[in-house]
């Protein structure tokens, strides 16, 4: 007789799948509450640049390049235009002040000349003449003058006379009139000679006043063109080093070209051209070095020109002591630019990585340096080696420096050796 056989609810094979499943569910689950959800890349070590955090002193500074200037420079306009007729030097000679170096020809000029000192002659001896006519006349009146007075003085008598005979009936009423108007004649006659005189020194003052301001104007007319014809033998201003001169004999040359120009080769300064963002940051008095031949040296700002010309500004420098031996004009120098005063902060190397996150974060690697964590951070200041730390990281920790370009959100990377 058969025995019905009871089924089995849990067999073996069931509880197995079962237990299987609710183990990688609870695996998922735990995962996903508990585990590192974050977005994860893997790196290789050797494509990557691994820098420490420091902290020492910080120095802000820029670097900048100038070029090597004559500390004054000279150039050659003439005043007067001619033709050049004699050339003393070449370019590149060293010259004193007052040296000759080109001598031109203005035939109009002199002309101009002559007929100044002509015409101031022809004034000097107009000056002459009316001096000698006004000594002339003086004498002449100062005789008349005494005629009239002496004339007048006899006058006198033979009125003061007849007027006592005439009142003693001695001569008649006629002789005594024309006695009286005899002497009142002379009398305005010597008063008229008198204010002619005075009149006519007042004239002649006046006149030789107005010669002598004509010559004046004359002597100095003659003295400027003289000058100008000086001016056509052109000569060094200053001392220095003639670099370039554009004058060849017969050559015409035109009032106000420029033949050249004379450079002060005794020092030098340095022009060097800065970005705009640095521009109110940046005044007189501010240092910067630059290595030459092997030696460091420094520099001054003298000079900052606020105009703006695309995107740049330029300063000149001075040399902080002797300008190194050796330098040359047009020579390009790379200087660093001080923009504060040394100071102690955290560091961090720069790197390709600020160009992604714009200092805002960067990867610190855990004490295995098996992966590495997104963490924000905050910059200041920064020299072309390092970055300023201002919050984030600390001293001894070790960073990821080099491009983030394509790590896109990755919030963790890991690292491969």
Request: aromatic letters at 8%.
């Amino acid at each position: 007789m058969d025995k019905k056989i009871a089924k089995k609810n849990w067999p073996p094979k069931k509880i197995i799948t079962v237990s299987a499943a609710s183990l990688f569910v609870a695996v998922v689950v735990y995962s996903f509450v508990f585990g590192d959800q974050s977005s994860k890349l893997n790196v290789e070590r050797e494509r990557i640049t691994i820098s420490e955090v420091n902290y020492g002193p910080f120095q802000e500074f820029i670097p900048i390049t100038g070029t090597v200037q004559p500390i004054a420079t000279f150039f050659l306009d003439v005043s007067e235009g001619g033709r050049v007729t004699t050339k003393y030097v070449e370019e590149g000679a060293m010259l004193e002040i007052g040296d000759p170096i080109i001598k031109l020809e203005n035939p109009n000029l002199t002309m101009t000349v002559m007929y100044n000192e002509a015409q101031l002659f022809q004034q000097m001896n107009a000056l002459r003449t009316t001096r000698l006519q006004m000594e002339q006349n003086k004498l002449n009146l100062m005789t008349q003058n005494l005629s009239l007075r002496n004339q007048m003085f006899k006058q006198k008598r033979i009125y003061e006379r007849d007027t006592k005979l005439y009142e003693k009936n001695l001569i008649s009423e006629f002789e005594f009139q024309e006695s009286k108007e005899q002497f009142e004649y002379l009398q305005q006659s010597l008063e008229l000679t008198r204010e002619t005189q005075r009149t006519d020194s007042l004239f002649r003052e006046n006149q030789v006043a107005q010669l002598q301001v004509s010559i004046s104007r004359m002597e100095e007319n003659l003295a400027v063109t003289k000058h100008q014809l000086d001016n056509l033998t052109i000569k060094a201003p200053i001392k220095g080093q003639l670099t370039s001169l554009d004058a060849e004999i017969g050559q015409s040359i035109g009032a106000g070209q420029n033949l050249g120009r004379i450079d002060a080769v005794d020092n030098y300064k340095v022009r060097a051209a800065i970005d705009e963002h640095y521009i109110a940051r940046v005044s007189n008095g501010q240092a910067g070095e630059f290595t030459f031949s092997g030696s460091n040296y420094h520099l001054n700002i003298q000079t900052v020109y606020p105009e703006v010309s695309n995107g740049r500004f330029e300063v000149d420098m001075l040399f902080a002591g002797e300008p190194p031996v050796g330098i040359r004009r047009g020579q390009t120098l790379h200087i660093k630019l001080e923009l504060g005063e040394l100071s102690e902060a955290v560091l961090v190397d720069r790197g390709g990585f600020y160009q992604t996150t714009g200092g805002q974060w960067i990867f610190v690697l855990d004490a295995s340096e098996s992966f590495a964590v997104r963490r924000p951070i905050r910059l200041g200041r920064q020299n072309p080696q390092v970055f300023e730390v201002l919050e984030g990281l600390e001293k001894g920790e070790r960073v990821i420096t080099s491009s983030y370009d394509n790590y896109g959100d990755i919030e963790k990377l890991v690292i491969k050796d």
